[in-house]
């Protein structure tokens, strides 16, 4: 895992279709966008575009996607649905915390992924969902 003094250091992105602006608070408790959407005890963010991209189109909701940049009010850890319980090392960079993240600005120039890609990437998630594979929250 990263230390937090390089994860500070470097633009950190959160995907979702919330309408947000500067200063807001992005915080768990809500209900997943994945899964069986239990209530998310950690908020997810990333140190890649990509992965805030796909995290914006895969958001539930009927709003367009959206990507923040955001800081970590609390200490971050590696996202275990992402690295190495799933993926050897962190290749997307992706983390989770259990503290709120703070807006600070949003990215506007971002281009989503092709349908097709889109496409597939649900599915597979619907497979998983069909096969009982929940999303790592502890």
């Not at 971002?110 to 496409?119: D, N, T, V």
Request: proline share 7%; no cysteine.
């Amino acid at each position: 895992m990263e230390s937090s003094n390089e994860l500070s250091s470097q633009r950190l992105y959160h995907g979702t279709k919330a309408d947000l602006k500067p200063g807001d608070l992005i915080e768990p408790g809500f209900n997943s966008n994945y899964g069986k959407r239990k209530k998310a005890s950690y908020v997810y963010l990333s140190a890649t575009l990509d992965a805030a991209i796909w995290g914006a189109e895969l958001a539930l909701g009927d709003g367009p996607g959206r990507i923040y940049l955001v800081e970590a009010t609390g200490p971050m850890e590696d996202d275990p649905n992402l690295t190495d319980k799933k993926f050897p090392g962190n290749p997307t960079k992706s983390y989770r915390t259990a503290k709120p993240l703070r807006v600070i600005g949003e990215v506007t120039d971002w281009q989503g992924h092709a349908p097709e890609q889109l496409k597939a990437m649900r599915d597979h998630l619907d497979r998983l969902k069909d096969l009982g594979i929940e999303a790592i929250e502890d």
